[in-house]
């Protein structure tokens, strides 16, 4: 396998692991994160798929944060 | 601004606006359509197809960047700021028949994965004459990709200010790339240098823009305001400023815009909390300081976003002495309450 080869299955592996992110997010963590999302529509939701799945990472690391503030409300006065 | 996010915030202006852009790049891709059937009928639907999106593209390209130091040279230009995003977006869906269709005709026909094609058919990276052009152009694609998909204000919250906006400075790498593609494509595909001639040009144009706003920006800044007193500044007469308007001042290298409005003076911080855009430079809209660039508001009187908005803006006191304005730079803190100066009608003369 030549370099390139294996740069592009790195990259395909990273963004296919970003589309299954995504739908779980979308229905579960993506109102977690941010509250301007709650009461928005359907068009922002599909609007931001592709940015989801590409920072996915970033998102992740968000949401694991906002779930331990919601357990652990003590933390918020921190 | 911290309400529920929108796929589009459309109004009136901005439908106007979307209307034009997309009226032009029809206008222009059909007339590089039927120019080309005429002058070059040999040419194939896919060579036209990536021609005419191609230099599209670059002219819109050309157009979003002149937006930033066109506005700070003359206010005339916010209009164009106002929606400049959606400018961005469009650029970014052209170019990517461009860049979808080089793939498609020049690398998807062999039993290679077309991206491994796009980088290995070429390695001549030695050679100007050969260079692998294509690999900029592919570069500059995922830059205006990323900044694409990153353009709803979501992504400026959740990926923090900071880092959206060091990823949308990209663009300036992103630009440097495209005039690298397309001057080292022409070499290897035209012998007509009018493609290089016009990319020099804007170019250039695009430079001395910068240049320009730039020595401007740092000149307004040096200015010494000489008379002081009870750490209150002189900063200007009661008439230089205009109604609904603001004078911006740099003092102790904080920038603060004072605004006259309903028979006031109200001083506040000139750097909107969206994206650093100048408050100074905007307008007072429904009662509110609206910042020229997306619109944030924020009043007078104590910095504060309107309700359900959260934003905030330090506040500073101002006072006048006959028609003199004398300005305060101890800032109060973010959303504080200040009475601001009354105008009376002896100061207005
Ligand atoms: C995957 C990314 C890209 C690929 C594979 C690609 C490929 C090509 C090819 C093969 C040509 C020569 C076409 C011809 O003359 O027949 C070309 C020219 C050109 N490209 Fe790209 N390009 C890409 C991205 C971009 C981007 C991002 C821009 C600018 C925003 C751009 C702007 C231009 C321009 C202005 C020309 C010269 C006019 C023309 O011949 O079409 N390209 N590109
Ligand atoms: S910078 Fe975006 S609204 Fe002020």
Redesign the interface.
Known sequence: MSTMTVILAAISLYLVAGIIFTIIFQLKGLSKIDEGVNGSGWGFRIIIIPGCIVFWTGLLRKWIKANKEIIDPAKEHA | M???????GWNRQKKIYDWLIFAFCVLYLATFVVLTAIFNPDYTFETVLIRATSTLAVIILHVTLSIGPLTRINKKFLPLLYNRRHLGVSMFCIILVHGSFSILQFHSLGNV?P??SL??SNTHFGSLADFPFQALGFFALIIFF?MA??S?D??L???SPKVWKTLHMFVYLAYFLVVMHVMLGVIQYETNPVFIIIMLIGAFTLIALHLIAGTREVNKDDVIYKLKQDGYVLVCDVKDIEEDRAKMFCLDTERIAVYKTGGKLFAVNNVCKHQNGPLGEGKVIDGCITCPWHGYQYLPQNGQSPPPFKEKVSTYDVKLEGTHVWLNPKAYAEGTERPGAVISVVNAE
């Open positions: 911290g309400a529920s996010y929108l796929a589009v994965n991206f491994v980088f290995t990323l998909i990153t709803h979501f992504w919250h959740n990926l």
